[in-house]
């Protein structure tokens, strides 16, 4: 037995199936889960604003402490928003093969504002948030991606087949060098490779940005040739060209397949968090190299300091933003259903924090011999046409599809 279900069926075995008073609030979680985030958030908040009226008032108004200051309030109210947009759907975990990715979604949210007010306090170590919240948000693109394709998949079985009888048309701009879509397999395949590519491509310039900045080497927003900042950026921006073509192309191929989870706004939301602030660094970077974005009266830190603290004061402000649009775009309502089978509390926190399908999708799509499935040619046989043949792309489901649907099978039996 893995040890993940070894742990899973021990905190069932002991919160859940447990008929001793001891434990029976587990069963009726749903009643004081809400009461009790909000108590824990009203705690933290007592506690913390008096420690940043203390600070204002011991370290004086210094620029820093100002931008410190007015982060840490939005940060504030960023987290209840965040909060309460989860409790919603942890209390309506109806369909966990959708809520699972779009929970991951929104938890972009408290990493991006935490980790950018963290680098705001403190300067010297901001690299380390960096890391963890680029690394993120690649995490986050898949997921979507994944999250409309499992709706596809549970809505529309067979989705190769429901794909196949569906007539080909051209993609157009930025698309117009992909072949006709869809076709099945074929075009999911694409979509996914073209999205996982940016998965891998970002983690890893992440952390060679970390490793050759401890080296001394990395200077982040200087377009020199010495920098390794230039190429990443390069790698980087050509790899968003091609994860982002190929979710607009994903979306031209099913967008009235799509149309019940109306994904415009979704897809917008995530497009902004990524690619927008992506290029807001960028802006900032510039400004930095043609000497507008000056040390000015940040007396005690340079224009490197300046430029990353102007990044992450201004995330800290925009999240707060985000985390309103999540809760309309990423509505808990469309999975309230009351005669749904109730999914223990822990159970759904298991599920969430499940990120095996990742490996899966990557094993499947990149490590294992994948079949030419992505040229297609025709042939002319006696004056009729008819497609040439396609390997082993009939092959089943990736491994990940057969793993939600059995894992909301043992959901739903809870």
């Known amino acids: 037995m893995a040890p993940c279900t070894k742990v899973k069926s021990v905190l069932r075995s002991c919160l859940l199936d447990c008929t001793c008073a001891r434990w029976a609030c587990w069963r009726y979680w749903r009643c004081w889960f809400k009461p009790l985030v909000g108590l824990i958030y009203l705690v933290i908040l007592v506690l913390m604003m008096p420690l940043l009226v203390w600070k204002l008032y011991r370290l004086g108004t210094t620029p820093h402490f100002k931008a410190w200051f007015v982060a840490g309030v939005f940060v504030l109210l960023t987290l209840p928003v965040f909060l309460y947009g989860l409790v919603l759907h942890l209390l309506n975990y109806t ?12 938890f972009i949210v408290p990493i991006y504002s935490i ?9 010297p170590s901001a690299i380390y948030w960096t890391t963890i919240r680029n690394c993120y948000e690649s995490f986050v693109l898949y997921s979507f991606l994944r999250y409309l394709l499992n709706f596809l998949e549970h809505t529309y079985a067979p989705l190769d087949d429901t794909l196949n009888s569906r007539p080909a048309y051209n993609p157009g701009v930025p698309c117009c060098c992909m072949p006709s879509c869809p076709k099945g397999r074929p075009f999911t395949k694409r979509c996914m490779v073209g999205v996982l590519q940016y998965t891998i491509i970002k983690v890893v310039l992440t952390l060679l940005a970390l490793v050759t900045a401890l080296a001394g080497v990395y200077q982040d927003g200087a377009f020199k040739l010495n920098n390794p900042f230039l190429y990443f950026t390069i790698i980087d921006t050509l ?30 939301s995530i497009k902004a968090i990524i690619f927008l602030l992506f290029w807001q660094a960028v802006v900032i970077g510039i400004l930095k190299a043609t000497g507008v974005l ?33 809760l309309f775009v990423f509505s808990h309502r469309p999975f309230v259903d009351l ?17 095996r399908d990742v490996y899966r999708d990557v094993k499947h799509h990149f490590l294992d011999p994948i079949p030419n499935i992505i040229r297609f040619r025709k042939l002319e046989v006696n004056g009729e046409e008819c497609a ?3 390997g082993s792309q009939a092959s089943e489901l990736p491994v990940a599809d057969t793993a939600v649907g059995e894992q909301t099978r043992l959901l739903g039996s809870d």
């Open 95 to 106: 369909q966990p093969h959708l809520q699972q990715y779009i929970i991951r979604i929104i």
């Open 115 to 123: 980790d950018s007010f963290l680098g705001l306090l403190y300067p």
């Open 239 to 268: 790899s968003q060209i091609v994860a982002i073509i190929h979710l607009i192309y994903f979306y031209r191929g099913t967008h009235d397949l799509l149309k019940p989870l109306q994904p415009i706004g979704k897809f917008a």
């Open 294 to 326: 000056k040390q000015g009266v940040w007396q005690n830190y340079d224009v490197d300091d300046v430029a990353q603290g102007l990044q992450d004061f201004v995330v800290c402000i925009e999240m707060l933003l985000f985390a309103i649009a999540h």
């Open 339 to 355: 005669a749904a089978a109730q999914v223990p509390c822990v159970t759904s926190c298991l599920h969430m924090l499940d990120i």
């Open 388 to 390: 040439d043949e396609r």
